[in-house]
């Protein structure tokens, strides 16, 4: 989704139910894509990454979906706990290993 | 996985004062290094890219007299905030790139600066 101002979107699930998150991303010569969490008032946090050579990976508990197509990119996470409650930020390089990082979604998961 | 640690996590300063904050990736050399600022609710952004042993390079936008940086060796990196004002508080965030030729970016915890 997108933010508008100062509201980032938000995803409010229940816990024990598969959240997705998505992304939009801009520049068609991106050709790496990462999934950050980042907790109140701490660094972002690596989740998992992707290739533009790859559609899909899969980690424990997450999968990254990349459409190339669409310049969409998606963050599947299963069985979401309430430690799972965060802002996402998707960020792409296209090689030069500067990060350009998306607007973030809060997720905000309940017992 | 590789650690970033920066110093000070939080620090209060008056207005006209300079700020100086520290990353240092403690288990890894790091030849480049960046600094990101953060407003609340809103994305990381980029300031610059650091460079052991050569200038900085900076955003558009972003004042190079004002936001100092200075890459003295394979593990620190500083950003000294010149003449601070009160709307340069914000989360200030540091990144190391891995090495090895990857991209992956190992981030510190960040600083939260408050000018008053």
């Known amino acids: 989704g997108e933010s508008v101002g100062l509201h980032l979107p938000t995803l409010s699930v229940q816990e024990g139910d598969n959240s997705i998150i998505n992304c939009a991303y801009s520049?068609?010569?991106?050709?790496?894509f990462i999934w950050y969490k980042q907790e109140s008032g701490k660094g972002p946090q690596f989740i998992i990454d992707i290739r533009s050579n790859m559609d899909k990976r899969q980690g424990q508990r997450v999968t990254v979906l990349l459409n190339k197509t669409v310049k969409h990119l998606s963050l599947q996470i299963a069985a979401t706990q309430p430690g799972d409650s965060a802002v996402y930020f998707c960020a792409e390089t296209s090689g030069y290993s500067t990060l350009t990082f998306g607007k973030g979604t809060m997720l905000l998961v309940s017992p | 996985g590789a650690v970033v640690s920066q110093h000070p996590s939080r620090v209060i300063c008056k207005s006209g004062t300079s700020v100086k904050i520290e990353c240092r990736s403690l288990d890894f050399q790091a030849t480049t290094m960046f600094w990101y600022r953060q407003f609340p609710k809103q994305s990381l952004m980029l300031m610059a890219t650091s460079n052991e042993g050569s200038k900085a390079t900076y955003e558009q936008g972003v004042e190079k007299d004002k936001f100092l940086i200075n890459h003295a060796s394979l593990t620190l990196s500083t950003l000294t905030v010149t003449s601070a004002h009160p709307e340069d508080s914000s989360f200030y965030i540091c990144?190391?790139?891995?090495?090895?030729?990857?991209?992956?970016?190992?981030f510190g915890p960040g600083t939260r600066l408050t000018v008053l």
């Open positions: 990144s190391a790139l891995a090495p090895g030729g990857t991209d992956t970016q190992y």
């Open positions: 520049n068609s010569a991106s050709d790496y």
